[in-house]
């Protein structure tokens, strides 16, 4: 490798945000979306309750579901069970490497998705997080095997470890005196899909 | 690297105070200053050698003899800087870094010559005898303040290095510093790959360049990709070897494959579904947030204490 391609690779655009590992369990439990500066290029995140943001997802699980609801264009819905709960993915032309795999895929497959998380709010006022792919493809069970040990440990080291000052603030102000009770959902989560993983490798 | 003796001498003794002017001649601090060049001791070294000499022989301080505003006399302390970003010479400059080798040296005006790493690069380093500084020890991590830096050539490359003298001051560090140079292991998951994956090409300096380059060329298979713990996300560079014994795609399969479909990019786009979403540990060099890979691996099934792991999780 020259030494050009090293350099260029440390250039001074922005890093990329890493992948945070999480159970759909909560994801489901998020209720605050923010953007984080100024400006149209500035990061988007949600606050997870355990205690950190994410702008970008990894998740592993079981494709349950794949639905084209686009009216004129393709608009792929995907929904993914990593035992915990559903992620649903959504996918249309600027999903396109993703949208070409749920065009073909027929469910069930162990899927891993690398993406956005996006929110939406419902009739009745409740924000809905779901993932924009950027990569969509089917996987072995080996790899979902590792990645829900892999959300386990860094669920309960997020759970476990002092959130940043701005986190707590935003987690005291968002969730308030629930906040325990959300927290041990997340915990009672992690149990649950630790609990599926060991059956899993029983049989 | 050679110097003008005489040009140095001349500098020096017009810097001199007037009361010392009348008792120091040229020929004096060039023959000084020659005296340690002949003991293959180069540039600013030489001259601060014979400045060390005059303030003996003359009974006074640098600053007696210069005035306080000598510049040699560093004003505080240089910034830290990353030795990566080292790259002119003549700077005065701190470093943190672990001294990762000791040479041999059997120059009596080195006390020690080996090589500083502080994680972004590494570095040769030179320290003179009259520098002054506690002796070195592989693998330990000190804080180098005020050192300059020096440009050497070897085999017609030129290479940076630096020089601890009179005015560097040396500490224990706190810090640990993981070496650039030290491979490291990582397990991660494959994200994406990046643009100039699969089937490339190269021209005679080995750069890689897209279609439109005129020049001479060369097929090259390698990929490039986004790789993510969770905590930290690296670029993995997999050169030709590994990305045919992890694909299966050797490069001559490869241009066959970019012949048929009058276009490269299908390369890339066949390896992708066996390489993204997948989990791999990789082992190489790390150089900011660059991997070069080593060996590169599919991981296996999982062997994690699940047990453990479900006793922590109750317990919280």
Do not use: C
Not at chain 2, 5 to 26: I, K, M, P, S, W
Not at chain 2, 63 to 83: K, M, N, R
């Amino acid at each position: 490798m020259s030494e050009s391609e090293s350099n260029s690779s440390q250039s001074n655009r922005p890093s990329r945000e890493q992948a945070v590992r999480l159970f759909a369990e909560e994801l489901q439990q998020v209720v605050h979306e923010y953007t984080d500066g100024d400006g149209d290029y500035a990061p988007n995140y949600v606050l997870l309750p355990s205690g950190r943001n994410a702008n970008r997802v990894f998740i592993i699980g079981t494709l349950m579901e794949v639905e084209d609801i686009g009216e004129d264009d393709e608009y792929w819905r995907a929904t993914i069970n990593d035992s915990t709960g559903n992620f649903m993915a959504y996918a249309g032309q600027y999903q396109e490497e993703a949208a070409a795999t749920l065009s073909q895929i027929e469910p069930p497959e162990f899927v891993a998705v690398t993406g956005k998380v996006k929110t939406f709010e419902t009739d009745e006022g409740d924000l809905l997080a779901n993932i924009r792919p950027e990569t969509f493809e089917i996987v072995d069970e080996d790899h979902r095997d590792r990645w829900v040990v892999e959300t386990a440990e860094q669920t309960l080291d997020r759970l476990e470890a002092e959130p940043s000052e701005d986190i707590a603030a935003l987690l005291e102000e968002q969730y308030g005196e629930d906040l325990d009770d959300v927290q041990d959902s997340v915990r009672e989560a992690v149990v649950r899909a630790l609990e599926n993983l060991q059956e899993n490798q029983e049989d | 690297m050679s110097i003008d003796v005489n040009q140095e001498a001349q500098d020096l003794v017009e810097r001199l105070e007037d009361e010392y002017a009348d008792d120091v001649t040229v020929e004096d601090v060039e023959e000084k200053i020659q005296s340690f060049v002949d003991f293959g001791v180069t540039g600013d070294e030489a001259v601060q050698g014979a400045v060390s000499k005059l303030s003996n022989e003359l009974d006074a301080s640098r600053g007696e003899l210069f005035g306080e505003s000598d510049s040699d006399e560093q004003q505080g302390d240089a910034d830290f800087v990353s030795i990566a970003d080292i790259n002119s010479e003549d700077e005065w400059v701190s470093l943190n870094a672990q001294v990762t080798h000791l040479w041999d040296n059997d120059s009596d005006s080195i006390s020690q010559v080996g090589v500083l790493d502080d994680g972004s690069s590494s570095i040769k380093f030179v320290a003179w005898s009259k520098s002054d500084v506690p002796l070195f020890t592989e693998g330990e991590t000190y804080d180098l303040l005020n050192v300059v830096t020096r440009k050497e050539e070897y085999d017609g490359e030129t290479r940076m290095a630096v020089h601890l003298n009179s005015a560097t001051e040396v500490e224990m560090s706190e810090s640990e510093v993981t070496p650039s140079t030290e491979e490291q292991t990582i397990t991660g998951a494959l994200l994406s790959l990046q643009s100039g994956s699969g089937l490339i090409e190269r021209d005679e300096d080995g750069q890689v360049v897209d279609s439109d380059y005129e020049g001479e060329t060369e097929n090259d298979l390698r990929i490039r990709a986004v790789f993510d713990t969770g905590d930290s996300v690296y670029t993995v560079y997999l050169g030709q070897e590994i990305t045919e014994a992890i694909t299966g795609i050797t490069l001559e399969e490869a241009k066959s494959m970019a012949r048929d479909a009058l276009d490269r990019s299908v390369v890339q786009d066949e390896m992708e579904p066996m390489l993204v979403g997948k989990y791999f540990t990789v082992t190489g060099n790390i150089r900011g947030d660059a991997i070069f890979a080593s060996e590169f691996e599919e991981s296996g099934p999982v062997d994690a204490d699940v047990d453990n792991l479900l006793v922590r999780a109750r317990s919280l």
